[in-house]
């Protein structure tokens, strides 16, 4: 199976106005990709962590009015939904390429993984690299570089997990849209494989 890398225009779709529109060109030119990718991370991922893992192409369905502004692929260890596991993720929002680990708010193994960064914190800083970021918010295509991150803000970012009902955690990498579109499906596959060996102790933390 061939992978095709992201293009600019598919970065592009963000732009277009309209929910009907944007969903349209979304579901022609992007999620292809997402399905193709995530078939062909599956065996991968599944050997990395050992056990079977699922992919699931976000469908955007609860939408109504306001277009997505960004879109992904997910592999959990369930066949029916991902939202309530830790999982991984590669997506785009308009603006970057992103390849994370995440546990969103649906999730009841926050306070797990709070629990496990708070007594592991120290070699977990260490083992992170410092261009991944951290964000505790999906919908935001904001983050802070790990390099940024102080043990004040993992202290709040631990607190958070614990006591807010929607919290949430992603940490990953971030490709900016100039630098994915120059690289090959082989070089793509390539880098979401290094950057989920990366994420594996998260991903582990979790449980």
């Not at 995530?38 to 050997?47: H, N, R, V, W």
């Not at 939904?81 to 995440?102: C, N, Q, R, S, W």
């Not at 904001?142 to 940024?148: D, F, L, N, P, Y």
């Not at 803000?153 to 490709?175: H, N, S, T, Y």
């Given at each position: 199976?061939?992978?095709?890398?992201?293009?600019?225009?598919?970065?592009?779709?963000?732009?277009?106005?309209?929910?009907?529109?944007?969903?349209?060109?979304?579901?022609?030119?992007?999620?292809?990709?997402?399905?193709?990718?995530?078939?062909?991370?599956?065996?991968?991922?599944?050997?990395?962590?050992?056990?079977?893992?699922?992919?699931h192409v976000a469908k955007h369905a609860r939408r109504t009015v306001n277009p997505p502004i960004d879109t992904w692929v997910a592999w959990?260890?369930?066949?029916?939904?991902?939202?309530?596991?830790?999982?991984?993720?590669?997506?785009?929002?308009?603006?970057?390429?992103?390849?994370?680990?995440?546990?969103?708010?649906?999730?009841?193994?926050?306070?797990?993984?709070?629990?496990?960064?708070?007594?592991?914190?120290?070699?977990?800083?260490?083992?992170?690299?410092?261009?991944?970021?951290?964000?505790?918010?999906?919908?935001?295509?904001?983050?802070?570089?790990?390099?940024?991150?102080?043990?004040?803000?993992?202290?709040?970012?631990?607190?958070?997990?614990?006591?807010?009902?929607?919290?949430?955690?992603?940490?990953?990498?971030?490709?900016?849209?100039?630098?994915?579109?120059?690289?090959?499906?082989?070089?793509?596959?390539?880098?979401?494989?290094?950057?989920?060996?990366?994420?594996?102790?998260?991903?582990?933390?979790?449980?």
């Amino acid at each position: 199976m061939t992978v095709h890398a992201f293009t600019d225009q598919d970065f592009d779709v963000f732009s277009v106005p309209g929910l009907e529109a944007r969903m349209e060109v979304l579901i022609e030119r992007v999620r292809p990709k997402l399905e193709m990718l995530g078939a062909e991370l599956a065996p991968y991922i599944s050997a990395l962590v050992g056990e079977e893992m699922f992919v699931h192409v976000a469908k955007h369905a609860r939408r109504t009015v306001n277009p997505p502004i960004d879109t992904w692929v997910a592999w959990a260890a369930n066949k029916r939904g991902y939202k309530a596991l830790p999982h991984f993720e590669v997506g785009m929002f308009g603006t970057h390429l992103f390849v994370i680990f995440a546990i969103i708010y649906e999730s009841p193994n926050k306070t797990v993984f709070a629990n496990h960064l708070e007594a592991q914190l120290k070699k977990t800083a260490k083992a992170v690299p410092n261009n991944f970021y951290w964000s505790m918010d999906h919908m935001n295509p904001e983050g802070t570089t790990h390099q940024s991150m102080s043990e004040q803000d993992f202290a709040r970012l631990i607190e958070k997990l614990k006591q807010v009902k929607k919290a949430e955690v992603m940490c990953g990498l971030r490709i900016p849209r100039e630098e994915a579109v120059k690289l090959t499906g082989d070089e793509l596959i390539h880098t979401v494989q290094e950057t989920f060996e990366k994420l594996l102790p998260l991903y582990k933390m979790a449980f």
